[in-house]
């Protein structure tokens, strides 16, 4: 099933297209629209049975999209659960303020496409109609209307030295540029048809502007399928966001340009199939083995990384392993420092209890011993009950199950390290030589609020408030420091982990440009996130923040976590956090996190509603043990009330709620509905 029939069906996917035959006022002499008369008639897209695709962002396109007409297609969009919803524009557009209709709609950016930003260019390349004071004019009312916008820079063989020029300017007047992509097509000859050219002239003028965007922290990437591939243009300093197209599965059926691809190492998934590119006078090399070595990386070297990761992907899809997390993942959130694949409430009591701990075992020595060897040794058999609950998220739709991330590694030592744990992994190994790909760790077990369903107090108190308790040491920390270059993502939770100014030194160093293939992921109650600690965070790759709230009003907020006041605070931190993300090296997505107990479920339509205004995620969890009575679970009425709950109160409110958030509440329905099918009456 391809992506399309995927979305149309149902299956959600990150990224799909409405192509509408809305025409065009410019007549480019590159397009692969057909001058905006390919895609679906407008009467057809604007009847109410048009199929939305099934996707968090939508993008409306192409040629003369930028109306009001299309503001019901807009609204749509939004009803059916994206995220957001871009609409494709560009020079020939004579009246921008029809950007107001389609903002009131749920418009959230525009996809802008600008071949060239000198005058007499643009108008060589649009037919005579395309104008400079008519893009002006379109970035002004979205930057006016708060839209990001996504640029589109088609390259040709006469527009490839003005390219950097055009990037920058463009990149100066844009308000809000959500990324830049530069699209290597062709011109057309009416006889000819396309007329492909040698890329491989341009690199310099690429390689500027991925600088350019670098400095800005914007986003670039080459558009697939005409990136160049390295056998024409190997950029120095690419990562795996330079190449979309290698982060997804090898394309597979295309036919390749050159008789040089048939011996090609990355030929598998390499996704250029000629129709634009041709090859310059001088015979292609292809990527050779000793590319894949260097460092920086090169275009070569993430093409052949990836390529040496499609043997292992393919065993993977074809054994479908239960769960990678006891292989890939090292949790030492424990306040007694046990070591364990995951959160503490998915596993069984007494697989937990079996497991080490890192304050006498250290990190790694904890991830090998005997408890954690039991988690893989019940998922390889396919037996998982043994170890771990029939709840667990990895059973109910979680990402625990699915195809590792493909994005090629930008470092040597990263690389090597994944192929060797996804290889374990397939082989089932009890006791790992590679080192763990995420590491979830509480650099600190202070934390100033008092949370109802929270028991690190209680047992800082059992336990007997030493020192130890409160902040990880200098030993533990220097472990972490070592596993840098190898941690795909560092999850960072609580206590509330800002409070360790050692976590924050640690953040410093783990800067992008630094560890490129790390990423860190904070969760925080949102109280200390003030604007000096986001500016410390400004250069680590922070993908995601998840902050505490679990309620939708101040009093709500203050009877769980018994902080008078902090509810405005964490509101106020989060609008801050939304603002700043842009701007920060990682550009994270905040979510809000709602804990649902019997103290608040009343709260979570409402709580959704905020999260939505807030231009919020959502992270539903049930609540865990029986704390203060606020379990779900343990008793016939109050889990058969909190599943009609659900049913009634909340399932029929999500109308415009995105796709995301509509997964949480199945989610936590799924977990829900599960334990009162088994009439298991315990806590969580």
Known sequence: MD???????????????VRVAAGCALVCTFCPHAYGRSGDP???????????????????????????RFAPLVARARDSGAREVR???????????????????????????????????????????????????????????????????????????????????????AGRCEGVTLRFLAEFDRVRGALPWDAGAAREAVMECLDLARSRGVPMSLAHPEAPPPCLMDLTGATAETYPSLCASAPG???????????????????????????????LKPP????????????????L??????????????????????????????????????????????????????????????????????????????????????????FHGGPQSALPPLAPAATRVFHDNFVLNLREMLDGAEVLRSRPLIVTLSPTFRCPNHCRMCDIHEMRDRMGRDPALYDMGDDLFEEVRDLLPTIRLLALTGGEPLVSRRLRNLLREFDA???????????????????????????????????????????????????????????????????????????????ASFVAMRSNLCELPAFLDLARDLKCGVRLLPVERDRCGESLCTDQETLSRAVAFLDQEVFPRLGRHPHAVRAEVARLASILRSRLARRDFTPL
């Not at 048939?262 to 996704?271: D, G, K, M, Q, T």
């Not at 050779?288 to 093409?303: G, I």
């Not at 020595?365 to 998220?393: D, H, L, S, V, Y």
Request: glycine share 8%.
């Open 305 to 394: 990384r990836r390529a040496s990761l499609e043997t292992l992907l393919d065993e993977f899809r074809a054994r479908r392993p239960l769960c990678r997390a006891p292989w890939e993942a090292l949790e030492a959130h424990d306040i007694r420092g046990v070591v364990a694949p995951c959160a503490g409430g998915w596993p069984r009591e007494e697989a937990t209890l079996a497991c080490a701990s890192w304050r006498e075992h250290g990190l790694l020595g904890a991830w090998n011993a005997p408890g954690m060897q039991a988690f893989r040794r019940a998922i390889a058999a396919r037996t998982p009950e043994r170890t771990c609950k029939p709840e667990c998220p990895a």
């Open 513 to 591: 440009e630094r560890f490129p293939d790390g990423a860190v992921t904070l969760t925080t109650n949102g109280l200390l996130l003030r604007e000096s600690v986001l500016q410390d965070l400004a250069r680590t790759r922070l993908k995601l923040v998840i902050v505490s709230l679990n309620a939708a009003s101040e009093g709500t907020y203050e009877a769980i976590t018994g902080t008078r006041g902090g509810f405005a605070r964490v509101l106020a931190n989060l609008r801050a956090l939304v603002a700043m993300a842009p701007r920060m090296a990682g550009r994270p997505a905040v979510v």
């Open 3 to 17: 992506e399309r029939t995927m979305a149309v069906s149902g299956v959600v996917t990150d990224e799909d297209v």
């Open 87 to 173: 609409v494709y524009a560009h020079a020939g557009v004579r009246e921008p303020s029809d950007i107001a209709s389609l903002c009131e709609a749920g418009l959230t950016g525009l996809h802008l496409v600008l071949p060239a930003a000198r005058r007499d260019l643009l108008r060589d390349l649009t037919g005579g109609r395309g104008g400079l004071a008519r893009l002006a004019r379109i970035l002004d009312c979205a930057a006016k209307a708060d839209l990001g916008v996504f640029l589109e820079v088609p390259v040709v063989q006469r527009s490839a030295p003005a390219l950097a020029d055009t990037v920058r300017r463009a990149l100066n007047r």
């Open 42 to 68: 407008v009467e057809r897209v604007l009847s109410p049975d048009y199929p939305i695709p099934a996707a968090h962002r939508i993008t409306i396109l192409a040629g003369d999209c930028l109306d009001a």
């Open 253 to 283: 059926g295309r036919v390749k340009p050159h008789p040089t691809c048939e011996r090609c190492p990355v030929a598998r998934i390499c996704p250029a199939d000629g129709q634009y590119l041709r090859v310059g006078a001088l015979p």
């Open 288 to 303: 050779d083995a000793a590319s894949a070595e260097h460092e920086p990386a090169t275009s070569a070297t993430l093409f």
